[in-house]
């Protein structure tokens, strides 16, 4: 299957891409094409690229036998899937009505203003990725942020600025104070 993506023309760095997600792709070795053992494996690859690059689309559908349509079909179904590069860390803020009304525009915007992005974007340095959310069912909470699947309520912007700085020395490998 690297053979015919190689055939298939694509670049060193689309063929290093390839050749990873084949050991993704053929990690477990009970085939089919049931929606659940394909969500698998885009949940490694996302796992690993920290979202789903189009040659390892392509080389999942070579490798399944699965029209690249299915495959799309089901990576833009789910939330949790991004076609589109990520960073290493997602925080994800809830700009649902009751997070709104309580302040999730000024977290927003004070996040978009210490990582010199806007929500929807990725830092230059691929650390982090911020995105806004609908309602994350726990509005009681709200505001809400996630970082990395790990909840934050009632924010304000002391908290966001915290987040940020737990966030970096995390990645730096120290433990937050
Ligand atoms: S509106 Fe934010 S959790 Fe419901």
Request: hydrophobic share 40%.
């Amino acid at each position: 299957m690297i053979a015919s993506a190689k055939d298939a023309g694509l670049s060193l760095r689309d063929q290093d891409v390839a050749d990873e997600s084949s050991d993704v792709i053929l990690a477990d070795p009970r085939a089919g094409s049931e929606e659940s053992y394909l969500v698998a494996r885009l949940t490694e690859i996302q796992e690993r690229y920290h979202y789903l690059p189009h040659n390892a689309l392509v080389l999942l559908s070579e490798i399944l036998n699965l029209p690249l349509s299915q495959i799309y079909a089901v990576a833009t179904f789910y939330n949790a899937f991004s076609l589109k590069p990520r960073g290493a860390h997602l925080i994800r803020v809830c700009m649902g009505t009751a997070c709104h009304v309580r302040g999730a525009p000024q977290i927003c915007q004070r996040l978009e203003s210490k990582l010199g992005i806007h929500a929807g974007e990725t830092t230059r340095d691929r650390r982090v990725t911020l995105e806004t959310v609908n309602c994350l069912g726990a509005c009681a909470l709200g505001p809400i942020a996630v970082v990395d699947n790990e909840y934050t309520g009632q924010m304000d912007i002391a908290k966001a600025d915290r987040l940020l700085k737990n966030l970096s020395r995390a990645h730096n490998g120290k433990e937050p104070a």
